[in-house]
């Protein structure tokens, strides 16, 4: 299974990007999709998750401002994000697993980052 992200860069306070995942590879049916965040000497942290049947799930950080959708036609992911804040820099992962995990840690399959710079 690959992910592979797209869509970071430099961004301006209140402005918005758009990531994307691409992901192939998959066996076994379709698997439960989520965006991680990892700032310079922090945790890595869920930021928003989507289950098999659309339902989804947002850290209250980000509750309001970034929306995660997916276009299973195109094996896409995206996270759409406004109004963003210097805070919300970091390097963002999408990753996926054979069943929902929200935004708790240990999904099976995990992209290379890219990175969102916000000043």
């Known amino acids: 299974v690959q992910l592979v992200e797209s869509g970071g860069g430099s961004v301006q306070t209140g402005g918005s990007a758009r990531l994307s995942c691409t992901t192939s590879?998959?066996?076994?049916?379709?698997?439960?999709m989520a965006w991680f965040r990892q700032a310079p000497g922090k945790e890595r942290e869920g930021v928003a998750a989507?289950?098999?049947?659309?339902?989804?799930s947002y850290a209250d950080s980000v509750k309001g401002r970034f929306t995660i959708s997916q276009d299973n036609t195109k094996n896409t992911l995206y996270l759409q994000m406004d109004s963003l804040k210097p805070e919300d820099s970091a390097m963002y992962y999408c990753?996926?697993?054979?069943?929902?995990?929200?935004?708790?840690?240990?999904?099976?399959?995990w992209g290379q980052g890219t990175q969102v710079t916000v000043s």
């Open positions: 590879g998959y066996t076994g049916g379709r698997h439960c």
């Open positions: 990753a996926a697993h054979p069943w929902f995990r929200g935004l708790n840690p240990g999904y099976q399959f």
């Open positions: 989507i289950d098999t049947d659309g339902s989804t």
